[in-house]
T-cell receptor, first 113, second 115 residues
């Protein structure tokens, strides 16, 4: 079993829809959770990060962490064609550096105009 | 602010050859990370360099090696190339510290194809 599981998709939704992207994990010691967005032929860019459980909102994006279920989500409201990308979740132990980041395999999202 | 730059963009090699990939970090960043992104496998951590020293390496064979120069740029060398080495190789840089204080900034990668 992989430490972090992410549905690879592809996921296609119409413009304006609410998108839900999810990851599950097995290591209960993970405390820092991130979402990266990767456009085609580009490197990943950090979209959002959250520490421990709870929600964090940034514009149209909401990151949610449920540590009891070992489940994290990224919600995109009013989705736009420019949101079409691969979304990668990542997580780490809070006291460690980036060499301990564990990434999901990514979900490819397409927003249909 | 210039981002992380990688060269070349594409690299085609034959099995058994050596490949050299280069990375320039964001100005002020001392840490450089190398990742392999193969289809269906996600980002796999390869190497971490900081202040010119190799600090950690992932679960890859010794034919994957590299170095960091005094100006903090880095190169990744892959010897005795195998077909399964075909992947996107991403370089990232960060400041020092724990991950939530020093997020990774990625370059656009080098696409290595081994034939």
């Amino acid at each position: 079993q992989k430490e972090v599981e992410q549905d690879p998709g592809p996921l296609s939704v119409p413009e304006g829809a609410i998108v839900s992207l999810n990851c599950t994990y097995s290591n209960s010691a993970f405390q820092y959770f991130m979402w990266y967005r990767q456009y085609s032929r580009k490197g990943p860019e950090l979209l959002m990060y959250t520490y421990s459980s709870g929600n964090k909102e940034d514009g149209r994006f909401t990151a949610q962490v449920d540590k009891s279920s070992k489940y994290i989500s990224l919600f995109i409201r009013d989705s736009q064609p420019s949101d079409s990308a691969t979304y990668l979740c990542a997580m780490s132990l809070s006291n460690f550096g980036n060499e301990k980041l564990t990434f999901g395999t990514g979900t490819r999202l397409t927003i249909i105009p | 602010e210039a981002g992380v730059t990688q060269s070349p963009t594409h690299l085609i090699k034959t099995r058994g050859q050596q490949a050299t990939l280069r990375c320039s970090p964001i100005s002020g960043h001392t840490s450089v990370y190398w990742y392999q992104q193969a289809l269906g496998l996600g980002l796999q951590f390869l190497l971490w360099y900081d202040e010119g020293e190799e600090r950690n390496r992932g679960n890859f064979p010794p034919r994957f090696s590299g170095r960091q120069f005094p100006n903090y740029s880095s190169e990744l060398n892959v010897n005795a190339l195998e077909l399964e080495d075909s992947a996107l190789y991403l370089c990232a840089s960060s400041g020092t510290g724990v991950s939530y204080n020093s997020p990774l900034h990625f370059g656009n990668g080098t696409r290595l194809t081994v034939t």
